[in-house]
Structure formats: C-alpha cells, structure tokens
C-alpha cells in the first residue's frame, strides 16, 4: 500500500488537474481519481508496473481512460432517463 501512498502523495495535484481538464467538474474529477486509486489497489498494478514508460504517463493514461469512461456512462444515463421520459432539467440534474 506505500507505492499506492507514494503515487497519491507526489501525483495527486496534477491527476486532479487531468481529471478536471477533461469532466470540466470537480466533484466528477475526485470521483474518476478514487476509482483509479481503487483500481490501482485493486488489481496490485503498481506492484506489477514494469517501467517500460515513466509512472507518470502511465498514471496519466489510467486518469484518461477513468475520465473517458465516466462520459460514457454519463451519456448512457441520460439516454436511459430521456427513454423514460424525464424533462431534460430533470436529466441535467441527475447525471
């Protein structure tokens, strides 16, 4: 779990940086960085990382990746509520 701490504490600011520049929100940009941690932690990546490129660009590709598939999902949510008939207000609000 230090690797897992050490990655928070050095890259934390500019992943959250990445994470905004892309959702253009803050609450869905901390969101998108703990399901990266998560995932980090989960699946014991770094333990795994092999160096081929620099922790960095890597981390930047996993916030990029997170952030790509929150709009996916966003998009997704909100075609299931315009399905079931809610105002686009209502859609703006809940997604």
């Known amino acids: 779990m230090s690797d897992l701490t050490n990655v928070f504490d050095s890259y934390h600011a500019r992943l ?12 869905d940009a901390e969101d998108c960085l703990q399901e990266v941690y998560l995932k980090l932690h989960r699946t014991r990546a770094l333990s795994r990382f092999e160096g081929r490129s620099a922790i960095e660009t890597y981390l930047h590709r996993c916030v990029i990746n997170e ?14 509520l315009r399905r079931c008939g809610l105002s686009e207000s209502a859609i703006a609000h809940a997604v």
């Open 16 to 27: 959250l940086l990445l994470a905004l520049s892309i959702l253009k929100n803050r609450q």
């Open 67 to 80: 952030a790509n598939d929150h709009i996916s999902k966003k998009i997704r949510r909100a075609r299931i």
